[in-house]
């Protein structure tokens, strides 16, 4: 079974500039979830999808960030524009359904620098 | 709100030996599930082991075990026959469902490091 695919695995922009980054669930994973882990900090979620629907996005800065998942599956997590806190890795994450009880597959991340 | 305290930063281990982590957490919620994730310098979060609480019964992965005591909100992970490959961030975390967001809840890490 292949596993949570993202990139770009590293990225370094300016603030104020636009980063995107993008998420291939495990097949057939119907919620995908979007954390943030800042360095030396566990990770917090950003926004959950269950299929293209928007179940959590309280702790998403809407006012700079925004994410999609079209047709259900891949997902773009967006930054418009960043700032230096923004500095973190970004871990994408799925799950066969809704519910806790096998814990997630995450993904390898991308690590972002804001310079 | 659910809050989840890993209050070791670091520890360390003699291979071979057996080295337990802590963690606490607090809920007001009588379902839920507590996690262990391994994250090496890759970054991809790994699950190590995972405890339904309405379960008694502690669980076990090989040389992975924990202590879960429900009544005093605490869940500590047992790593026996410790081994170079442990050597790695290891996060402890909540999974209820309040609100109708199933999502997990760390705690800050604990780094662990596996003396030869």
Not at chain 1, 18 to 40: D, E, K, R
Not at chain 2, 73 to 86: A, R, T, V
């Given at each position: 079974e ?9 990225k ?10 993008w998420?291939n ?50 997902s ?6 960043a ?22 597959t ?10 | ?5 890993q ?31 391994k994250?090496?310098?890759?970054r ?20 992975f ?5 429900k009544?005093?909100k ?23 469902t ?18 030869p």
């Amino acid at each position: 079974e292949a596993g949570v695919a993202q990139s770009p695995r590293y990225k370094i922009i300016e603030k104020r500039q636009s980063v995107a980054f993008w998420c291939n669930p495990i097949s057939g994973h119907a919620t995908l979830y979007w954390y943030q882990q800042i360095l030396g900090q566990g990770p917090k979620l950003l926004i959950q999808f269950q299929n293209n629907g928007v179940v959590d996005d309280s702790q998403l800065p809407k006012d700079r960030f925004s994410a999609e998942r079209l047709k259900g599956v891949d997902s773009t997590l967006k930054i418009q524009p960043a700032k230096l806190e923004d500095s973190a890795v970004y871990l994408c994450a799925s799950s066969p359904r809704a519910g806790n009880v096998h814990g997630y597959t995450f993904g390898s991340g991308t690590r972002l620098t804001v310079v | 709100a659910q809050t989840v305290t890993q209050s070791q930063p670091e520890m360390s281990v003699q291979e071979a030996e057996t080295v337990t982590l802590s963690c606490t957490y607090d809920t007001s919620e009588s379902d839920y599930y507590l996690f262990w994730y391994k994250q090496p310098p890759s970054r991809q979060m790994i699950l190590v082991i995972r405890q339904e609480a309405y379960k008694q019964q502690n669980a076990t992965e090989n040389r992975f075990s924990v202590n879960f005591q429900k009544a005093a909100k605490s869940f500590s992970l047992k790593i026996s026959d410790s081994q170079l490959g442990d050597a790695a961030m290891y996060f402890c975390a909540y999974g209820g469902t309040q609100g109708g967001s199933e999502k997990l809840v760390f705690g800050k890490g604990t780094k662990l490091t596996v003396n030869p």
